[in-house]
């Protein structure tokens, strides 16, 4: 499986926005960028993901490199409900399976 | 609530023991997927079904663990003469086609 890398922590402050990278150099031409996120003592949560193009949702927004060696998932405006886990994956989505294959993360932390 | 459903949500056995955990997908989800998370790491694959069909297992799933998915609508995960090293939570979410999975909030096990 293709590995991603991502900071261990970050810290943001409440209202502003949060630019979490993620570094994918191996990343193949079939293989789409995921984003989860976990709160404490949840599940992970579909955040967005994409192919080549930038994507934008309700949630968030993922900004993808030309070379498609690195991304980066942007949160407009952090709130305090956006402190979690967040998990860039890298992952085949034309395929049959949809297995995630989940790193360490990036620790966001919202000060008010 | 129209999530995916797990239970239970905590589970305390003695070393030796056998336990089973269910989870109850999202209806109309044709796959479902097990993975299993230790404290400070990401979830790891650990199975996924098609409908009823189990096809593919980690090879983290050793002989004691078996799942099934009987009608290819809930699921059940069954550990076998549980060793402290299977203390961990474990997670069940389900999806259709290659788009997003949805997880339910997870069953934890502690091993004494």
């Known amino acids: 499986d293709a590995k991603t890398t991502q900071p261990n922590s970050m810290e943001s402050n409440e209202e502003e926005p949060v630019h979490l990278p993620c570094n994918h150099s191996t990343i193949s031409g079939t293989d789409y960028i995921h984003w989860y996120r976990q709160l404490p003592s949840q599940g992970p949560e579909y955040v967005i993901h994409?192919?080549?193009s930038n994507v934008n949702n309700r949630m968030a927004s993922l900004a993808i490199a030309e070379d498609r060696k690195s991304s980066t998932l942007i949160l407009h405006r952090a709130t305090l409900r956006d402190a979690a886990v967040y998990y860039c994956i890298l992952g085949n989505s034309g395929g049959s399976n949809y297995k995630l294959t989940f790193g360490k993360g990036t620790l966001l932390t919202v000060n008010p | 609530d129209t999530g995916v459903s797990q239970n239970p949500r905590h589970k305390i056995t003695k070393r030796g023991q056998n336990v089973t955990f269910r989870c109850d997908p999202i209806s109309e989800h044709n796959r479902l997927y097990w993975y299993r998370q230790t404290l400070g790491q990401g979830p790891e694959f650990l199975t996924y079904?098609?409908?009823?069909?189990?096809?593919?297992k980690s090879r983290l799933l050793s002989d004691r663990f078996s799942a099934e998915r009987p009608k290819g609508s809930f699921s059940t995960l069954e550990i076998q003469r549980t060793e402290q090293g299977d203390s961990a939570m474990y997670l069940c979410?389900?999806?259709?086609?290659?788009?997003?999975?949805?997880f339910g909030q997870g069953t934890r096990l502690t091993v004494v």
């Open positions: 994409g192919l080549t």
């Open positions: 979410a389900s999806g259709t086609g290659n788009t997003e999975a949805f």
């Open positions: 079904f098609q409908n009823e069909a189990q096809l593919e």
